[in-house]
Nanobody, 119 residues
Framework: QVQLVESGGGLVQAGGSLRLSCTAS????????MGWFRQAPGKEREFVAG?????????YYADSVKGRFTISRDNAKNTVYLQMNSLKPEDTAVYYC???????????WGQGTQVTVSS
């Protein structure tokens, strides 16, 4: 079955960096665009970043993270990454990956990984 496993979250001070990973199994990863989403306490889950199907493909971002976050993928490893720099307290959330169409998640959710940014 389809499985997405996110990792790499943690506690970091404002201005710091983290790199999240999401490893997929159970489907042909290379055929699908992938995205990162996040959900802060008391808020709805929101789109963060997306990358089309091939490694090195086009990327797109939410305005709130543009210039600070970078999404990438390695189809040989069935893994999508999110490099997060210049982190802010408002980036605190549980981060999830998923297959996407545009900014819309279309697959099953994993357990997510918690990112906490202290001020």
């Amino acid at each position: 079955q389809v499985q997405l496993v996110e990792s790499g979250g943690g506690l970091v001070q404002a201005g710091g960096s983290l790199r999240l990973s999401c490893t997929a199994s159970g489907y042909t990863f290379s055929r699908y665009a992938m995205g990162w989403f996040r959900q802060a306490p008391g808020k709805e889950r929101e789109f963060v970043a997306g990358i089309i199907s091939w490694s090195g493909g086009s990327t797109y971002y939410a305005d709130s993270v543009k210039g600070r976050f970078t999404i990438s993928r390695d189809n040989a490893k069935n893994t999508v990454y999110l490099q997060m720099n210049s982190l802010k307290p408002e980036d605190t959330a549980v981060y999830y990956c998923n297959t996407v169409v545009g900014v819309r998640a279309v697959g099953s959710w994993g357990q997510g990984t918690q990112v906490t940014v202290s001020s």
